[in-house]
Nanobody, 116 residues
Framework: QVQLVESGGGLVQAGGSLRLSCAAS????????MGWYRQAPGKQRDLVAS????????NYVDAVKGRFTISRDNDKNTVYLQMNSLKPEDTGVYYC?????????WGQGTQVTVSS
């Protein structure tokens, strides 16, 4: 069973930064892609950023382009989300996601709260 463990969430003022980490229980090369999703209160879970595990192709939702950066450390089996210039609308539970050909795995989520 694959485990994805997120960390790094917290409370931050608008304009601040946080770095989220997602540690996988097996090599990230066993996944085709990994990503971060956000679920704001009362809303659906939406993709924020994703990265392929072969090559360095990344994808961002327009609202975070230029502020968030997704990256990975293959040796640590970890994917990161560096979040700068945070805004109150970035508030939500952030979930790590990993895709294989057959299924998708999810972490338990980490809360990010941005105060104005």
């Amino acid at each position: 069973q694959v485990q994805l463990v997120e960390s790094g969430g917290g409370l931050v003022q608008a304009g601040g930064s946080l770095r989220l980490s997602c540690a996988a229980s097996r090599s990230i090369f066993s996944f085709t892609a990994m990503g971060w999703y956000r679920q704001a209160p009362g809303k659906q879970r939406d993709l924020v950023a994703s990265i392929t595990t072969s090559g360095d192709s990344t994808n961002y939702v327009d609202a975070v382009k230029g502020r968030f950066t997704i990256s990975r450390d293959n040796d640590k089996n970890t994917v990161y989300l560096q979040m700068n210039s945070l805004k109150p609308e970035d508030t939500g539970v952030y979930y790590c996601n990993a895709d294989t050909t057959w299924r998708t795995y999810w972490g338990q989520g980490t809360q990010v709260t941005v105060s104005s």
